[in-house]
Protein backbone atom coordinates (compact mmCIF):
# COMPACT_ATOMS: atom_id res chain seq x y z
CA UNK A 1 0.00 0.00 0.00
CA UNK A 2 2.74 2.44 0.59
CA UNK A 3 4.48 1.92 -2.29
CA UNK A 4 0.78 2.91 -4.24
CA UNK A 5 0.48 5.80 -2.22
CA UNK A 6 4.58 6.30 -3.18
CA UNK A 7 3.75 5.88 -6.87
CA UNK A 8 0.42 8.21 -6.88
CA UNK A 9 2.23 11.39 -5.46
CA UNK A 10 5.17 11.06 -7.84
CA UNK A 11 2.74 11.06 -10.55
CA UNK A 12 1.15 13.86 -9.19
CA UNK A 13 4.44 15.63 -8.79
CA UNK A 14 5.45 15.00 -12.65
CA UNK A 15 2.14 15.62 -13.75
CA UNK A 16 2.29 18.86 -12.02
CA UNK A 17 6.01 19.44 -13.40
CA UNK A 18 4.71 18.92 -17.18
CA UNK A 19 1.81 20.98 -17.12
CA UNK A 20 3.42 23.91 -15.96
CA UNK A 21 3.22 25.35 -12.38
CA UNK A 22 2.41 28.83 -11.59
CA UNK A 23 3.95 31.88 -10.21
CA UNK A 24 2.67 34.55 -8.97
CA UNK A 25 3.53 38.04 -7.87
CA UNK A 26 1.17 40.31 -5.65
CA UNK A 27 1.68 44.02 -4.90
CA UNK A 28 -0.21 46.97 -3.09
CA UNK A 29 1.17 49.81 -5.25
CA UNK A 30 -0.43 52.98 -4.13
CA UNK A 31 -2.13 55.12 -6.91
CA UNK A 32 -0.16 58.11 -9.16
CA UNK A 33 -2.81 60.64 -9.52
CA UNK A 34 -2.05 62.31 -12.63
CA UNK A 35 -4.52 62.74 -15.76
CA UNK A 36 -3.28 62.32 -19.29
CA UNK A 37 -3.76 59.96 -22.27
CA UNK A 38 -1.71 57.10 -23.18
CA UNK A 39 -0.98 55.44 -26.30
CA UNK A 40 -2.99 52.78 -28.21
CA UNK A 41 -5.75 50.81 -25.93
CA UNK A 42 -4.97 53.27 -23.23
CA UNK A 43 -6.70 56.25 -24.04
CA UNK A 44 -7.11 59.20 -21.32
CA UNK A 45 -7.01 58.36 -17.23
CA UNK A 46 -6.72 59.79 -14.06
CA UNK A 47 -4.08 57.69 -12.60
CA UNK A 48 -1.43 54.57 -12.92
CA UNK A 49 0.25 52.26 -10.88
CA UNK A 50 3.32 50.05 -11.57
CA UNK A 51 4.71 47.19 -10.83
CA UNK A 52 8.75 47.16 -9.73
CA UNK A 53 10.81 44.29 -9.52
CA UNK A 54 12.92 43.35 -6.44
CA UNK A 55 15.14 46.45 -8.00
CA UNK A 56 13.09 48.71 -7.86
CA UNK A 57 13.03 48.57 -11.58
CA UNK A 58 9.77 48.51 -13.88
CA UNK A 59 11.07 46.24 -16.04
CA UNK A 60 10.10 42.48 -14.57
CA UNK A 61 11.76 39.47 -16.29
CA UNK A 62 9.45 35.78 -16.13
CA UNK A 63 11.01 32.69 -14.00
CA UNK A 64 12.61 30.40 -16.70
CA UNK A 65 10.06 28.11 -18.95
CA UNK A 66 7.50 30.94 -18.99
CA UNK A 67 4.74 31.37 -21.98
CA UNK A 68 2.22 33.09 -21.07
CA UNK A 69 1.44 35.47 -18.33
CA UNK A 70 -1.42 37.57 -16.93
CA UNK A 71 -1.65 40.59 -15.89
CA UNK A 72 -4.92 41.89 -13.49
CA UNK A 73 -5.86 44.73 -11.32
CA UNK A 74 -7.23 42.97 -8.20
CA UNK A 75 -8.69 45.49 -6.21
CA UNK A 76 -12.06 45.70 -5.03
CA UNK A 77 -13.32 49.53 -5.17
CA UNK A 78 -17.20 50.59 -5.54
CA UNK A 79 -18.55 49.11 -8.99
CA UNK A 80 -17.28 52.61 -10.84
CA UNK A 81 -14.18 51.76 -10.05
CA UNK A 82 -12.23 51.27 -14.04
CA UNK A 83 -8.91 50.30 -14.74
CA UNK A 84 -7.22 49.33 -18.18
CA UNK A 85 -4.01 46.86 -17.35
CA UNK A 86 -1.39 46.88 -19.88
CA UNK A 87 1.96 45.26 -20.66
CA UNK A 88 4.68 46.24 -22.67
CA UNK A 89 7.64 44.20 -23.89
CA UNK A 90 10.75 46.22 -23.71
CA UNK A 91 11.84 45.11 -27.46
CA UNK A 92 7.81 45.65 -28.75
CA UNK A 93 6.70 48.80 -26.87
CA UNK A 94 2.85 48.20 -28.55
CA UNK A 95 1.07 47.71 -25.50
CA UNK A 96 -1.03 44.88 -24.74
CA UNK A 97 -4.18 45.83 -22.89
CA UNK A 98 -7.24 44.96 -21.72
CA UNK A 99 -10.13 45.96 -19.21
CA UNK A 100 -8.73 45.15 -15.58
CA UNK A 101 -6.83 42.21 -16.80
CA UNK A 102 -4.56 41.01 -19.77
CA UNK A 103 -3.39 37.75 -20.67
CA UNK A 104 0.01 37.85 -23.18
CA UNK A 105 2.27 35.55 -24.55
CA UNK A 106 5.55 35.45 -22.50
CA UNK A 107 9.39 34.64 -22.38
CA UNK A 108 11.79 34.32 -19.76
CA UNK A 109 14.20 35.71 -22.60
CA UNK A 110 12.34 39.27 -22.05
CA UNK A 111 11.63 42.09 -20.21
CA UNK A 112 7.63 43.37 -19.37
CA UNK A 113 6.47 46.94 -17.94
CA UNK A 114 3.50 46.11 -15.85
CA UNK A 115 0.89 49.30 -16.08
CA UNK A 116 -2.80 49.59 -14.82
CA UNK A 117 -3.99 52.74 -16.02
CA UNK A 118 -7.27 54.10 -14.18
CA UNK A 119 -9.77 55.23 -16.40
CA UNK A 120 -12.66 56.31 -13.44
CA UNK A 121 -13.47 56.34 -9.64
CA UNK A 122 -9.62 56.11 -8.44
CA UNK A 123 -9.35 55.70 -4.68
CA UNK A 124 -9.72 59.08 -2.71
CA UNK A 125 -9.02 56.93 0.77
CA UNK A 126 -5.32 56.62 -0.34
CA UNK A 127 -5.64 52.64 -0.83
CA UNK A 128 -3.07 51.09 -2.82
CA UNK A 129 -4.31 48.96 -5.71
CA UNK A 130 -3.69 45.42 -5.57
CA UNK A 131 -1.59 44.29 -8.94
CA UNK A 132 -0.95 40.63 -9.39
CA UNK A 133 1.42 38.74 -11.83
CA UNK A 134 1.27 35.22 -12.97
CA UNK A 135 3.32 33.57 -14.93
CA UNK A 136 3.07 30.02 -16.35
Same mark, same amino acid.
Given at each position: /??? @??????? +??? !???? /? !????????? /?????????????????? !????? /? =?? $? $???????????????????? %???? %??????? =?? !??????????????????????????????? @? $? %???????? +?? +??? =???
Amino acid at each position: /MKH @KIRSIIT +LLA !VTGL /M !VGVAWADNQ /MIPITLQSGTGTGCVGSF !VGYAK /M =TN $S $SGSVWITPPANTTTGTFADE %SSFD %SNYVSIA =TV !VCLTNPAPICGSNNVTFKASSKAKYELVVYV @K $S %SPPTNGEP +LN +LQI =TWQ
